[in-house]
């Protein structure tokens, strides 16, 4: 079956930088837009950015723009959330996603979804 498995998130400084990667088995990975989403606590899950299925466009969040970097490389099935400059406002769970989009930003567009990890942003 299909898995995405994220990881890499764990607690950071303001103005820090972490990587997250997403792990995906059990697709074709470069049929498939990717994206990131997050859910700080208390709060609704939200869109970071996206990549197309080659990898050659990527969209973001205005909050996030300048900061945050996506790639990914399909001969490994991997895709990577860069975080720069991180901010306290940055702390949430960190999903990836994937689908048959492409360029998504919406939830609905990605039918495939990880577990999570959690970033924490310390001021």
């Known amino acids: 079956q299909v898995q995405l498995v994220e990881s890499g998130g764990g607690l950071v400084q303001t103005g820090g930088s972490l990587r997250l990667s997403c792990a995906a088995s059990?697709?074709?990975?470069?049929?498939?837009?990717m994206g990131w989403f997050r859910q700080a606590p208390g709060k609704e899950r939200t869109f970071v950015g996206s990549?197309?299925?080659?990898?050659?466009?990527?969209y973001y969040a205005d909050s996030v723009k300048g900061r945050f970097t996506i790639s990914r490389d399909n001969a490994k099935n991997m895709m990577y959330l860069q975080m720069n400059s991180l901010k306290p406002e940055d702390t949430a769970i960190y999903y990836c996603a994937g689908g048959r989009t492409v360029l998504g930003r919406a939830e609905s567009e990605f039918e495939y979804w990880g577990q999570g990890t959690q970033v924490t942003v310390s001021s």
């Open positions: 059990g697709l074709t990975f470069s049929n498939y837009g």
């Open positions: 990549i197309t299925r080659i990898g050659g466009i990527t």
